[in-house]
């Protein structure tokens, strides 16, 4: 597929991009600045025509997944909303709001990717992943023993994702809808208190009972 990183200059975006490239995908590097885009894409092995601003990447992409932090979703969606009318778009956003990262603090939407969908209307799918997964493993070629939650409101898009995730080498499940992706976002500043509190770097999830 023809993935578009919107912010794909940063920690998570360059995790995926390097997993979804193993796997064959074509990976398009979004960014406020074509020349950050084209350090990354430079740093990933790619040629410059993997380099875009968002909105470009919006528009040439099969599927877009956002990766920037929770005070600049609201912007950067608004700036590409359009193209990705009929597309699916994959959040990843945690709703942290520093200092206090520890701390569950959801935004008044219920949950970041609720505010996602709220912005984007009817007409783009959103599904939430990756919120549990850390940026620095998947920059790895290691196995990360971590599943990933996939919630969504359309059972096709949601196997879309899950084949995605796949493809970077994590387990998907599907954890219903878009509205459970409270908990997924909600877990992460439980992970931030476990790594703290426990001197671990990268805990994560696991579903068990299989
Ligand atoms: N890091 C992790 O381990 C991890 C794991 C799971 C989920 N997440 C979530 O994934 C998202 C990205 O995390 P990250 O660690 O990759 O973030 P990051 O590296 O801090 O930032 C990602 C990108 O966001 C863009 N950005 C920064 N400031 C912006 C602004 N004012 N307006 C618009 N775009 C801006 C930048 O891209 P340009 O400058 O190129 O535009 C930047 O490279 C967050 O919501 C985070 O909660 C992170």
């Given at each position: 597929m023809k993935i578009a990183i919107l912010g794909g200059t940063g920690a998570l975006g360059k995790g995926l991009a390097s997993r979804w490239m193993k796997a064959n995908h074509e990976v398009l590097i979004g960014s406020r600045d074509i020349a950050k885009a084209k350090e990354i894409v430079a740093e990933l092995g790619l040629p410059d025509s993997h380099a875009y601003l968002n909105i470009d990447a919006a528009e040439h992409c099969d599927i877009a997944c956002i990766t920037v932090p929770f005070a600049h979703q609201e912007a950067t969606l608004l700036s590409v909303d359009k193209k990705l009318k009929d597309k699916i778009l994959i959040d990843a956003t945690v709703p942290l709001v520093p200092p206090k990262v520890m701390r569950v603090q959801l935004p008044k939407e219920g949950s970041a990717a609720l505010k996602a969908q709220g912005l984007l209307g009817e007409d783009t799918i959103v599904v939430s992943a990756f919120q549990n997964i850390s940026a620095e493993l998947l920059q790895t070629d290691k196995k990360i023993d971590c599943d990933v939650l996939v919630s969504g409101d359309f059972l096709e898009a949601r196997t879309t994702v899950i084949g995605l995730v796949e493809d970077a080498g994590l387990k998907g499940w599907h954890?219903?809808?878009?509205?459970?992706s409270v908990a997924a976002e909600a877990l992460t500043s439980i992970l931030i208190a476990i790594n703290k509190k426990h001197a671990l770097q990268h805990s994560g999830i696991k579903i068990t009972g299989i």
């Open positions: 954890a219903g809808p878009l509205c459970n």
